[in-house]
C-alpha cells in the first residue's frame, strides 16, 4: 500500500504561480512512477505530468508543457508540481498517484490521493 496526500492548492491570478505537493508513505516510494492528474467539474481524470521513479525522465501534456514542472524527492517520499502562468483553463482539483510501471493514463495508476483544489481567477 502506498498512501499519498497533497497539498499547496488554493486561489491564484491568472499568470500566477502555485506549487503542489504530495507526500507519500507506505512502501518504497522510489519503486514507482508518480503523476499528477486534473479533474475538473463535469469532465474526465486528466493526465497533466509524470516522473520515473530514478532516472529522472518526465512527462507532460501539451497543454501544461513548458508551464509546470514535476519533480521529486526520494529521500522525502515527495513529489511537487510547480505550475506557473496559470492560465482560467487550469482550475480543477489536481490528484497525485503513484504506478509501478510507466504510465501516462489515469487506469495505470494504482494509488491516488485525495486531490487539491486549484482555482485561478481572471
Known amino acids: 500500500q502506498v498512501q499519498l496526500v497533497e497539498s499547496g492548492g488554493g486561489l491564484v491570478q491568472a499568470g500566477g504561480s502555485l506549487r503542489l505537493s504530495c507526500a507519500a508513505s507506505?512502501?518504497?516510494?522510489?519503486?514507482?512512477?508518480m503523476g499528477w492528474f486534473r479533474q475538473a467539474p463535469g469532465k474526465g481524470r486528466e493526465f497533466v505530468a509524470a516522473?520515473?521513479?530514478?532516472?529522472?525522465?518526465?512527462d507532460y501534456a501539451d497543454s501544461v508543457k513548458d508551464r509546470f514542472t514535476i519533480s521529486r524527492n526520494n529521500a522525502k517520499r515527495t513529489v511537487s508540481l510547480q505550475m506557473n502562468s496559470l492560465k482560467p483553463e487550469d482550475p480543477a482539483g489536481y490528484y497525485c498517484?503513484?504506478?509501478?510501471?510507466?504510465?501516462?493514463?489515469?487506469?495505470?495508476?494504482?494509488?491516488w490521493g485525495q486531490g487539491t483544489q486549484v482555482t485561478v481567477s481572471s
Open positions: 516522473i520515473t521513479g530514478t532516472s529522472g525522465r518526465t
Open positions: 507506505g512502501r518504497t516510494f522510489s519503486r514507482f512512477a
Open positions: 498517484a503513484a504506478s509501478s510501471g510507466w504510465a501516462t493514463i489515469a487506469s495505470a495508476y494504482n494509488y
